[in-house]
Structure formats: structure tokens, C-alpha cells
């Protein structure tokens, strides 16, 4: 097969992607291995498949991992309880275990009638184990319910995307079968083309003012939760909300909740830098 | 193809396996690879599984790759814009065939030559190094054959990329924050039934309702909890102070991490004596034997501390630096006991330098399994912390 045979993931209209990622993504589709996406938070792990189910045209089908996820619930869950209560309490009918097999997330990418892009967010949030007890599952596309004495296999396999936050170290048999990607803070330029997809029609002062405090506050090495893209991006609303537009002056910013979430960090800002600043240059504290 | 490349990486402690080379070689069969800057992405994508070992592959990459002046599709597309008469009207045929001949390292003294002669910033234009424009160097400019000076750019060349090593910070073997202790001490537990009957038991429950001709009868049992304990033993004495950030950043972790039933942490001086402190300062001290009494054998011990004192302040009886008081016993005894007393005991040690061959090192490192106080290590000691006897 040749690369330009199949259908290619492109990028789309409301989703900024580096060249890198696009082929990652590209590769993983041909060659049929999940794509393992790991990066700071707030720099679209979760919205890369969005936009990959956008550009190609296929249903997304989200998998949110909670610590509590056991892998098995992506397969199916056999509701006992439920089939308890209508054995005793009469309800379906209870010889036909069937009705109480419900796919999960996972079940249901395989069976859908189309292929689908399958997001499994946050895998690291689970158990230690989580990622190893779906090694199989993910190779053949396929897993046996005993209950029912059935296979299912995926009618068609989906695109798999995982993301992952890094809280956990993730098994190496598991990493071995996949592609990975780890996406970069953006720099500015790439960063300048992300805002103005959100915001076409922001003024080139406020962006440039907005995007020099920004990166000035990503600096700052000392804050326990760096702002990111999402944070700019609320920031960037919140002013042109208020009409504020290119106001922004050394050491006033306005709305530091919005880029700035903890409290520790807001304290750490206001007190070494803006009062800095504020002495030498004679301005008046913004927000303490 | 490349195979000489996989045992580079190897080499370079990058874990490559045979698995992904294989995926890497499927790739290159499916054509996936048009150039080399999409090889070093793919490659990478599909070798590499941790940011952490970026910085690693970019080394190994550059060594072989490197070596070899990299397939420059780039020359001939430079050679036909800079011949464009449109691009450059001024030249002379002399001139052109100069730039013709143009390679990477021209390229590269001419940048450095252009880096020379520009004293300020520039944007735009077709000369100097700056945004925009179309000059070979800077960023954001049209020029596909460019050359990137910071920022990214669509047509970086792969070599380049892994020389600037972009990833040096990400290295395991070398940094340590809060949150990577935290990943790590994570792993140190064991699942224990325990706490009060809250979850339902089905299989008994199943078992019971059929006893019970039918009628429901619910089963409960235990929720898994975490049963280790914790016991973090540091030297705050002298020799540690260029550790102290470190140490107190595995402590703040340990002490954040909800994840224990039980985490206790004391302080000595050097090495320990007849008493341990709970607090930095060491004016509070316990007495070890009475430490010994009240915590119990499965506490998961770790020392914290360089190991380096003068041989006598280990093993001599009377060898605390700091109060020559009466001791009942030695350092070294009193480090055995703990050995006996718990049954896993890890020693932790910031110290990386020829230090870690003093001969006090190596005694206590003989008693208790010794790691590096960097990810890795604390990694393999949590593992040890949980193995098996």
C-alpha cells in the first residue's frame, strides 16, 4: 500500500497540528497501532482526536479512564444485580443472560457498523495494571465473552487514540505496541496561528501584548501549574469580553485568575513580580 | 536497513525492541517516510516511548546520522529559487554559480558569517537572519531550504533538530520534581481487605439467595486498601546540605501522598546513634530502641543519606561527632538492627561522585541495598521495597 492510498488525516479547520503529529497520526492509521499522545495539560491531547474524527469523517467514541476504570468495563459489564432483581422480582426474561451483557466503550468501537475513532482519555488515571489487561484486546480487536459464549471482533478496527497525563508510568508491553507522540508547548508563532482559530478577528495588538505576558508568565519556573494553551485561550476571551483590547500593561493583568489557577502561584506572582516591578517603575499593584 | 542505527540507540540506553524496529521497518515498506526530517519524526514516534528518553535518541540519531552530510533535496531546491531571476535580478553568472555549489557547511558559514555582520533584529527582507522574509535563515520564513534559528519550522532539518537537543531536560537520569517522586512512591503498595463491609459480594451473594430458595440475600465484603507503611529515615548532617532541596522534595512528596496507612520520618546526623529526631533541628529525639519497639516489622524503610563519615564515626562506640557522650552502641550496630528488625530496608544517596567508593559507603551498602536518590533509582528501590523476601 502505498502512502497516499488511504485516508489521511489532515488536520482540521479548528484544531492547530504540527507536521510531526500529522504524520504520527497519519503512521498509526496505516499501520494499525494506537497512537499514545502524552504532553502538558492544555495542549489538546483530548481535542487531537476530535479533530481527527472531523477531518475524517468517522463517529468519535470516548472513553473517559477514571482511578476506578477497570478494564474490563471497556469490553462489557454482565449486571448481575440486575438479573437478581428480576429473577426475584420478576422483569425480563432472566434465561436469556443476553439482556444483561452491556458493551462497553471499547465493545462498542468494535461493533460499531462504521469505523470509528476511538478516544481512551487519560489511561494513566487507572490502575497500574489497567493498560497491560487491554494488550490483547487492542492487538487482535477482538475479545470472548464467556457468559454468552461469544467473540466480538471489530467489524471494522478503530483508529485508537490515548492519552496520557504521565501520573503513572505506563508497562512497556503496552508502549511497545504503540506509536507515540509527545506534543511540545507550542512557540509563538504556532502558538499565534492557535489563537487566531479561535479568535479570527482579534486585533493583532492585543494579540501580540496578549502572547508577550503569556510566555513571560510561562517563565516564571517557580509556579507549581505553568498557564497553558486553554488557560491563554480563556484569558484571550475574557479580554476581548470585557473590552479591555490591547490594555495590557507591565505587571496589570487583568483577570490573573483565569491564566493563574492556583492559589499559590497568584500569591508567588503578585508578591515577587508585580511588586517588583511596581516599585521600580512606580505603578500601582493590579489585583491584590 | 539502518540496523546499525537500531544498535546505536541501543546504545545509547534508549529501550528499543525488535518489536518496534520491526513497526519502524514496516513503515519505511509502506513508504510512509518521504524525507529525513519526517524519518527522525517517525522513527522517533515509533521507537521512542517516553519523552524522557527524547534527549537520548537525538544523541544517538546525530551520531549516526550525523556523520553523513544529510541528503540535501534542499541544495537543488535553494540552487533553482536562488537562480529564479525574479529572486535575485541582480546576480551575476559568476555569483550564481557560486551559490550553486552551495552545500551544508557553506550554508552554515554563511550563517555564521551573516550572524556576524547583524547586530540587530529583523524581520522580514531576504538577507539577514530574522522572521519572515525569505532569506535562507531565521524562522517563519518562506523559504523552504531555510535554515531554522529558533522557533519551528517546516523544513528543519533532522540532523539539526536532534543537535539542539531540545529534550535535555526531560531526562530521567537526571531531574527530579515532586510530582515524578510521587509517580514513583505510587508504586510502593500492597492491597489488603480492610475497613468496614461496604462492598457487595456477588459470588457469595449469588451463593446465599440460592440457599435461600430465591429470596435475595446480600453478601458484603471489605473495599482493597493500601497496607504499606512508610518509614523515611534522613541525615541532615553537614555533608547533605548541597541535598537538602532534594531530599526535601522526595519528603514533601511522601508526606502529600494520601496513599499510605502509615508514614513516619525522622532525621539523624550523619549516621545513626542511640536516638532519631523528628525534626530537622534534632532537638526532639526518640530513642531508637524504643522506635524499634513500637513500629512494626512491616514498615518499608528508607534511609536517605550520603554514607560518607570517617570510618570511626561508624564503627567505633564512641564515634557521634556531635555529642561524644556515652553511646550503648556503634553506628554500624545500630544499622544492623534495623536490618533485622524490618524486613525491607532500602538506602537512598544523592551522592554520585567518587564519594560513593569511601570505604563507609561500601560498609553500609553491603547492609542495605543501595540506589541513586534519581528516578531511577528511587524506582528500582520502590520495587525492591515491594518484593518478595
Redesign the interface.
Known sequence: ???DQFEKFKGSADYVI???LK??V??SI??K?PL?V?GEPGTGKTLLSHSISVSLGKPLIRWHIKSTTKAAEGLYVYD??QR??D??FGGKDVSNIKHYIKLGKLGQAFTAPEQVVLLIDEVDKAD?EFPNDLLNELDEMSFYIPETDETISAKHRPVVIITSN?????P?AF????????I?FP????MEEIVKVHFPDIKSTLLKEALETFYTLRKIDDFRKKPSTSELIDWIQALMASGLDGKIKDGEIPFLGTLIKKENDIDFYVTHHVKKKAQTRGYNVYGN | MFTPFFYTLKDKKV?V?I??WM?LM??LD???I?NMS?FY??A???L????TH?DQYDIAFQEYFGGIAPPFEVTEELVQWLTDPRNRPDLTPEELAAIQKMDLEELLREFEKRLKEQKERHDGGNYWIG?GGTSPFG??GKNPQGMLV???G?MRSAVRIAEQR?FRNYRDDVTLDI?QIK?AL??LRQLNRAGPEDE?D?DR??DA?CKNA???EFKWKRPRKNSIKLLLIMDAGGSMEPYADLCSQLFSAANSLSHFRAFKYYYFHNCPYDVLYSDIQQRKGEPIEHLLKVLEPDYKVIFVGDACMAYSELMDRFGDLYFHGYQKHAGIDRLKQFKSHFSHVVWLNPETSVLRSYPTVQIIAKLFPMYNLSLEGL?RAVKKLVSKL
Open positions: 500500500m502505498k502512502a504540527s507536521d510531526a504524520n504520527a497519519n503512521v496505516v499501520l497501532r499514545l502524552r448481575t444485580v437478581l432483581n429473577s426475584r497500574l504521565n501520573e503513572k508510568e505506563l512497556d508502549l511497545r505496541r504503540c506509536i507515540f507522540h509527545y511540545e512557540e509563538p508563532p504556532l | 529501550p525492541s518489536n518496534e513497526i514496516e513503515a509502506k513508504r510512509l518521504r519526517e519524526y517517525l522517533r514516534a515509533i521512542v516511548k517516553s519523552e527524547f522572521t524562522h517563519s529558533g522557533g519551528p517546516g531540545y510530582r509517580v505510587k508504586q457487595l456477588l451473594t449469588i439467595t430465591g429470596e435475595l524506582n
